[in-house]
């Protein structure tokens, strides 16, 4: 069964503190692994898809990487309107569907 | 703006009634997805269409159905409401079924079965 794992489950940083949001996963053949954003009580918003170990994408403040196991979103220098619950979601061949993991709420504070 | 819109935007049911959720997709996607969220975790999987036929489904009962139409929009049936399908649902349109494309959620319907 693909599984999809976010740490930590909360996150607070001060205005400009960079730090690192972590998506493990186990799913049989990764065809995909997808980061939104979701707003409280909003549909998640699309921020990348990352289809292969090594493979880097960036937008903003945001930097997402892929390993064999692994994702991460980086945030640089964060801003209050970064705070959101990031969720990231991995599409297998076999399952044909998006697991997501539980998300982790982020507070940026001014 | 992601172009998929969902209605009605909040609903209560009671327990026992059936309730009909709507999803209108992103102009030219051919697959509708809907998934399941409570309150502090994940969306869940329910079940996917692709032009008009049911393409996939998690682990939902028979009393979550589904229709797609030709113009793409699409519907989510639940019968037999119960206290925890009190969630928020959301639909995903796409270009494809594979994992190749971004699927673009709408804002969902929040329902609160009482």
């Known amino acids: 069964e693909d599984q999809v794992t976010q740490s930590p489950e909360a996150l607070r940083l001060q205005e400009g503190e960079s730090s690192s949001l972590n998506c493990s996963y186990t799913?049989?053949?990764?065809?995909?692994l997808f980061w939104y954003r979701q707003d409280p009580g909003k549909g998640p918003e699309f921020l990348f898809t990352?289809?292969?170990a090594g493979e880097e994408k960036e937008k903003e403040r945001l930097k997402a990487t892929l390993t064999k196991k692994e994702s991460f979103l980086h945030i640089t220098a964060p801003k209050p309107e970064d705070s959101a619950t990031y969720l990231c979601a991995a599409f297998s061949g076999s399952a044909r569907q998006l697991t997501f993991g539980s998300g982790t709420q982020l507070t940026v504070l001014p | 703006e992601t172009g998929v819109t969902q209605s009605p935007t909040h609903l209560i049911k009671t327990r026992g009634q059936q309730v009909t959720l709507r999803c209108s997709s992103q102009?030219?996607?051919?697959?509708v997805s809907w998934y399941q969220q409570a309150l502090g975790q994940g969306p869940q999987f329910i079940f996917q269409y692709y032009r008009e036929e049911e393409n996939g489904r998690g682990n939902f009962p028979p009393r979550f159905s589904g229709l797609q139409f030709p113009n793409y929009s699409s519907e989510l049936n639940v019968n037999a409401l119960e206290l925890d399908d009190s969630a928020l649902y959301l639909c995903a349109s796409s270009s494809s079924t594979g994992g190749n494309t971004e699927a673009f959620f709408g804002q969902g319907t929040r329902l609160t079965v009482v």
């Open positions: 990352l289809y292969s």
């Open positions: 799913v049989s053949g990764l065809r995909g």
């Open positions: 102009s030219g996607h051919n697959t």
